[in-house]
Structures are given as structure tokens and as C-alpha cells.
């Protein structure tokens, strides 16, 4: 099992920045590949970034330029610059194993809230 605890959030006025962070712990040996998503009210969960063992980065295309993900050791973070309203949502960290048919086995924190707001 792996345990995600995520951190961060909060209000912020349009413009500012947060940076979220997420620790995981436990057989984390097997996660290859992690995430942050978001769920804002009424709309379904939607993937914000993704990182992989080997570094490489993905980014809606909502938030690019925006946003920044990185990780060390056992953290994830997720540095958000230029804040909009419409990025109010509860932001959940995701670790995954991967395996080479595409399949995964996915681990899910409880989520941070972010509200931005003036």
C-alpha cells in the first residue's frame, strides 16, 4: 500500500501563487508515474500534471505555462503561478504503478482545497 498526504492549499486572490505538495509513503519502490488532478464543483475530475520516474512532465492545457509539477525523494509538488477563478477546485495527488500493457494500479490522497478568490 501507499499512503499520499497532500498539503498547501488554500485562498488565494486571482493572480497569486500556491505551491501544493504531496508526501508519499509506504511501497512507494513501485511507483513510477505521479499526478496531480482536480475537481472543481459540479465537474467531473480532470488530470492537471503528470510527472514520471524518469522526469518527464505533462500538462493540461489549461494550466501550462501556469504550473509546474516536480518531485524529490517521496514528495510530489504542484507550483501554481497566475491563479484564475476557474482553477478553484479540490486538488488531489495520485501515485501509480504502471505496467507496460498500460495497465495501473492507482493510490489517491483525500485532496487539498484551492480557492481563488478576491
Known amino acids: 500500500q501507499v499512503q499520499l498526504v497532500e498539503s498547501g492549499g488554500g485562498l488565494v486572490q486571482p493572480g497569486g501563487s500556491l505551491r501544493l505538495s504531496c508526501a508519499a509513503s509506504g511501497r512507494i519502490s513501485r511507483i513510477n508515474v505521479m499526478d496531480w488532478y482536480r475537481q472543481a464543483p459540479g465537474k467531473e475530475r480532470e488530470l492537471v500534471a503528470t510527472?514520471?520516474?524518469?522526469?518527464t512532465t505533462n500538462y493540461a492545457d489549461s494550466v501550462k505555462g501556469r504550473f509546474t509539477i516536480s518531485s524529490d525523494n517521496a514528495k510530489v509538488y504542484l507550483q501554481m503561478n497566475s491563479l484564475k477563478p476557474e482553477d478553484t477546485a479540490v486538488y488531489y495527488c495520485n501515485a501509480a504503478t504502471v505496467y507496460s500493457d498500460a495497465t495501473r494500479v492507482n493510490y489517491w490522497g483525500k485532496g487539498t482545497l484551492v480557492t481563488v478568490s478576491s
Open positions: 510527472i514520471t520516474s524518469g522526469g
